[in-house]
C-alpha cells in the first residue's frame, strides 16, 4: 500500500498537498479528457524527439523537418480523422507551425544533441534508479546536449503566455529539474551542470 517508486508527477503534489497527492498518485484519479495542453506539449515533445533523432543519424535539416512534419501530421490523426483540441491556441494547426518554426529556427542549434557509448543519441532517455532500500526515482530526460563545452539537460516546455523571468522562475529548485540532474549523473554518469529550459 506504500508508493516505493516516484517521479516529479508524484513528488509535486506529495509536497505540495497531501490531498492532491491522495487523489493523483495514490487512487489514480486523472480527468476524464486530457487538457489541450498536456496534448500539445506531448506532441510537441514526441515531433522534438523524433527530429533530434533524425539529425543524430546525420540527417540534412531539410530531410528530417520534412519527416518530422510529416510523423506530426501521422501521430495526430485519430479514428480517421485529425485531432481536434477545440482550443484555438493549441491545436494541429498550431502544432505544426510551431515544430516548423522552433526546427527552422534552430537548424544551426548550439546545443549538440550527446551521443551515448551505446551509439544512441541522448534523446527522451527513460531513467529508474534506486535512492533506498524502498525508494526509486523513475522518469524521462528530454535530451543531453553539450553547449560551450559543458553537459546539460535540456527540458523543452510549451506556453501560451509570453515569456519572461516570471515564467522561468517556476523552476529555480525545481524538483523536475533536480531530479533530472541527478538522474544524468547517477544513470549516465554525465557531469552536468544544470537544466537548459527550451
Sequence with gaps: GRQWAWNSSSLDPGKACSREYFYRARRGLRPKIK????????????????????????????????????????????????????????NRETLVRSVVWYLDAHEHDPCKTIILDSGRPAVELPFRFQVSDEVWFTGHLDRLVEHNGDIYVQ???????????????????????????????????????????D
Design 155 to 197: 527540458d523543452q516546455k510549451t506556453t501560451r503566455r509570453t515569456l519572461g523571468a516570471y515564467y522561468f522562475k517556476q523552476f529555480d529548485l525545481s524538483v523536475q529539474m533536480s531530479l533530472y540532474t541527478l538522474a544524468a549523473q547517477v544513470i549516465w554518469h554525465v557531469p552536468v551542470k544544470g537544466v537548459l529550459i
Design 35 to 90: 487538457s489541450a495542453d498536456i496534448l500539445f506539449g506531448g506532441y510537441y515533445a514526441h515531433a522534438l524527439e523524433f527530429y533530434h533523432h533524425l539529425r543524430a543519424k546525420r540527417w540534412i535539416h531539410k530531410d528530417a523537418l520534412q519527416a518530422t512534419v510529416q510523423h506530426v501530421l501521422e501521430t495526430t490523426w485519430e479514428n480517421g480523422k485529425p485531432w481536434e483540441s477545440g482550443d484555438p491556441n493549441k
